[in-house]
Nanobody
C-alpha cells in the first residue's frame, strides 16, 4: 500500500500560485493511476486531476488550463501546480491512488482569498 503525505498548501490571493506536493512512502511505479482531489466546506470530495501510468492526464473543467499534475519518479513525489487561483479553489486537497485503490490522508488546506 503506497501512502502519500500532502504539503504545500497555504493562503494566497486570487490570481496567485501554489505547488502542492505528495510524497510517497513506497515506489510510485506500482501506481497505475493517481489523482488529486479536493473537498470544499459542505461539499463532497471531487477529483481535480488524474495522472495515469502511460502519462495521460485528466482535469476537471473548472481547473483545466490552470492546474498541472506531474510526477518526479526519482523523488517518489507527485505535484499539483496551481496557477491563476480563484476563491472557488478553496478546499482541502488530497493525493490518492486510484489504481490500485488507496486511502485518504490528512490533506493540505488551500485558501484563496483577498
Amino acid at each position: 500500500q503506497v501512502q502519500f503525505v500532502e504539503s504545500g498548501g497555504g493562503l494566497v490571493q486570487p490570481g496567485g500560485s501554489l505547488r502542492l506536493s505528495c510524497a510517497a512512502s513506497g515506489s510510485i511505479f506500482t501506481i497505475r493511476s493517481l489523482g488529486w482531489y479536493r473537498q470544499a466546506p459542505g461539499k463532497q470530495r471531487e477529483v481535480v486531476a488524474r495522472l495515469a501510468m502511460d502519462g495521460n492526464t485528466y482535469y476537471t473543467d473548472s481547473v483545466l488550463g490552470r492546474f498541472t499534475i506531474s510526477r518526479d519518479n526519482a523523488k517518489n513525489t507527485v505535484y499539483l501546480q496551481m496557477n491563476s487561483l480563484k476563491p472557488e479553489d478553496t478546499a482541502v486537497y488530497y493525493c490518492k491512488c486510484d489504481i490500485p485503490p488507496g486511502s485518504w490522508g490528512q490533506g493540505t488546506q488551500v485558501t484563496v482569498s483577498s
